[in-house]
C-alpha cells in the first residue's frame, strides 16, 4: 500500500508517533512560546492585557528575592548530584544475593514510591524544633535545637535533604538495573589481572555503567531544576522568601493567593526554561562527544 | 508545562452543574470547608430550600485554601449564581474586572441599607454595593486568664502594664505571646494592631491604601513599639517554623499566654481542652492615649457573579442570608458576629465580649492587613514582618524594600 508516494514502512513510525507528538507540541512544545509571549505583558490573569515589552524582564534584574531564588536553584543544582554517587554505594551494596536481598531493595526504593508531599510532610516534622526526632537528638547530645526550616541559613538545605532521600532511591534503581547488564566476564578478567576494591569499581564497573550515570545525571538536573512541592509543602519558601527557588517564586506571581502577575510569572519561567535548556544542551552535547570519543 | 485551567475548569463545570437546565436553580459555590462553617452553610440551605421548595439548589464545596485560586476560574468560565468571598480589598479585582454584580438594588428593596449598615462601607467600590456580608469576627488578644491570676497580673490595658505583664511572665519562664508566622498573616494580625494603637485608624487606611511611604516616621513608631516586645523576648522562639494552629500547642501547655488572634480561634483552644475557666480575651492595649479606638473585624461576604445565569434566585438567597433570623442562627453555628443589626448574639462570653468591643470601635473597623492593602503589598509586608519578627535589626532594609513595592503596586 502507498499513501502520497510513501511506502507503508516509512509512514507507519509516523503514524504510530502521531498522538504522541500532537499531545508533546499541544502541553510542552506551545505553552513554551504562550508563556514567551505572555511575558511581555502585564496581565491579572482576568481583565485585559497591556503589552509592557521588556518591563518584566527589567524588573526581574532588580528584584532581590529573584537573585535568592536563583542562588538557591544552584544549590539545588550541585547538592542534588549527590544523590547519585549515594544512589550507587547503595545499589552496589543492595546488588548480592542473600536472604530476602528484594524485601530490602524494595524498602530502599520507598521513598520513591511515596508522594514528595508525604516526603516534605514527614521532614517538616522530623525538623520541628519542639517534638522532631531531629532537635530531639540533638538535644539528648547535648545541643541545643535547630530550627531548621525556620533559619534562612539552613532552610534550603533542609529542604534539599528531604528531596534528595527520594532522588537517591531513583539513581539506586537506576544502577541496580544497570548493575544487571554488567558482563561478569569483564569483571573476571579484571580479577585475573588483580583489580580489587576502588580500582575495579572504577576501571572496570563504572564504565559499564554509563548509561545509567547519564539518565541519573539527567534526572536529577531535571528534579532539582523544578524542585518545587518540597518548597511549596514545607516552608511555602519561608522564612521571609529565603527557601525560594525559581520554579516556586513564578508559582508565587503567578498563582498564590496574593499573585496573579501571570506576566511577571511567566518571566522567570522563561528564565528557568533558559538555564534548562542551556544546561541540558551542554550535557548532552558533551555526552555525545564523549560517545564519540574525541 | 502550564494546563490552561480555564478551559480544564469549563469543562469540569460544564460536567458539575451542566447536568438539568430547569428554570429555577441555584448554584452556590463556597470555602466553608472546616466543620463549623461547613454546618453553618448546610443549616443555611436547607432552610433556603424550605422557604423555596421550587428551588433545585446545587452546593459546591471548595477546600479553603484551593478556593482561593479557583474562585478567579469559576468566575470567567462558567460562574455559579452564589460564591462567597471577603470585603475589603479583597473583592476589588473581581469588581474591576466586571465579575461581580452590583446588588443596591437589593439592599434598597431589602431594607439592608438599616440592617446591615455596619459594613456598607467595606461592601462599596466606585459608589456600588457588591455582596451581603453574612458574618464578621473581633481580633483582641486570647489569653490564659488562670495563668494571669495565678501570678497576679491584672488584664493590662496600656502599653506599659502590657509590657509589665509580660516581663511578669518572662519571669516565671512563661513566654508571653505565642504565634506561628509561618504562613505569614499571623504578624499582620499583630502589626495590625500595633500600629492601629500607635498612629490610628486614618493613618493605618491611608498606609493599606498606599499613600503614606513606609518609611514614614510614623511607620518606623510602630516598628519601634513592636521592636520593644520582640527584644524583650515576647514572642515564641521559631515562630516561623509553625502554623498558627501549631502555635495553640505551647499557650494550651502552659507554656505561653497570650494569642494576638481572632475569634475562630476559640473553638480550636476549646477542643484541646481549654475551659472558659482559663481561656479569656481582652481588647488589645492603648498604646497611644487619646486615639480613637479602632478595632480588626474582617467580614466575609456573598456575591453574584456578573455571568451567573439565575440572578433571580441567587437574589432570594442574598436576601435570605441577609436576614436577622437566618444570621442569628448562621452566626451561632459558626460562632462569630451577625452584621444584621436586628440579629441577636450568640450567648458566648468571647462574642458578647468582642461584640460589645465593636460596637464602642469609635475609630473605625479595619478588615484585616491582606483584605485593606492590595494582594501584592500585602504580601510583601507580610513577608517583612515576619522577617522584622525574626531580625528586627534589618528593619532599614525590610521598610524599603516595602517602600519599592509600594511605589509599583500603586502606581
Known sequence: MRLFGLSQRTLAPWLFLAPGVFVFLIY????????????????????????????NYVELADDEAFYTSLKNNVIWLILYLLAIPAGLFIALFLNQNVWGIRLYKSLFFFPFVISQVV?????????????????????????????????????????????????????????LTGLNAVNPEQIEAGRLDNAKGWKMLWYVVLPQLKPATFISIVVTVIGALRSFDLVSIMTKGGPWGSSRVLGYYMYEKAFSEYGFRMGYGAAIAVVLFLIMIVYISYFLYKMYRDEKGY | MKLNFKQLLAVLALISFGGSMSASELVINTDTSDPAPKKAFEDLIEGFKAENPGIEVTWNLFDHEGYKTSIRNFLTADAPDVANWYAGNRMLPYVNAGLFEPVEDLWESEGLNESLKSALPSMTIDGHIWGVPYTYYQWGVYYRKDIFEDLGIAVPTNWDEFKQAGATLIDKGITPITIGTKYLWTAAGVFDYINLRTNGYDFHMALTRGEIPWTDERVRATMANWQELVDAGFFIENHAAYAWQEALAPMVNGEAAMYVMGNFSVALFREAGLTDDQLGFFQFPTITAGIPVAEEAPTDTVHIPANAKNKENARKFLAYIARADVQTQINATLGQLPINSGSEVADDKFLTAGFEMLSNADGGIAQFFDRDAPAEMAEAGMQGFQEFMVKPERLDDILDRLEKVRQRVYQ
Open chain 1, 119 to 175: 516526603v516534605g510532610l514527614v521532614f517538616s516534622w522530623f525538623y520541628d524544633p519542639t517534638n522532631g526526632l531531629m532537635n530531639i537528638l540533638l538535644n539528648v547530645l547535648g545541643f541545643d535545637s535547630i530550627p531548621v526550616l525556620a533559619d534562612e541559613r539552613y532552610v534550603t538545605y533542609g529542604i534539599i535533604v528531604a528531596g534528595l532521600w527520594p532522588q537517591t532511591a531513583y539513581c539506586m534503581i537506576l544502577y
Open chain 1, 28 to 55: 510542552v512544545i506551545l505553552p513554551i512560546f504562550q508563556s514567551i509571549n505572555i511575558s511581555f505583558y502585564e496581565w491579572d490573569g482576568l481583565g485585559e492585557r497591556t503589552y509592557i515589552g521588556l518591563q
